[in-house]
């Protein structure tokens, strides 16, 4: 009958607690020495990297586009560069209204 039981016996309870709290150690042993073990960015970190993505995006996008419309009408540097420097601005515009928004709440991006 103590087949079908189905609670641990208080032996192999402690062993799985015990064997848990050993795997949780050295995971964190671990990931502390890989260097994985890294605080989640703070919002600095994440406005900056928006920042950048803004400048990168509009940048890259705009030079993609031109270079596309200029193979289309074979026109090489004309449509790259005017929409590579649209772009840019672009990229500027939304980083400037970024940085001139003030903070509604300290732990949340505004989106």
């Known amino acids: ?29 671990e990931a502390e020495r890989t260097g994985s073990a890294r605080k ?21 996008g705009g030079a993609v586009i031109g270079w596309v419309l200029d193979t289309w009408f074979d026109t090489l540097p004309l449509f790259l560069l005017l929409l590579m420097f649209l772009g840019t601005a672009a990229g500027f515009r939304n980083i400037i209204k970024l940085s001139s928004r003030r903070p509604a709440d300290p732990g949340r991006l505004d989106h």
């Open 40 to 60: 989640p960015a703070d919002r600095n970190e994440q406005l900056g990297s928006r920042a950048l993505s803004y400048l990168i995006g509009g940048l890259g």
């Open 1 to 29: 009958m103590t087949e079908n039981d189905p609670s641990p016996k208080p032996s192999q309870d402690a062993r799985i607690t015990s064997l848990d709290e050993r795997l949780r150690r050295a995971q964190e042993a």
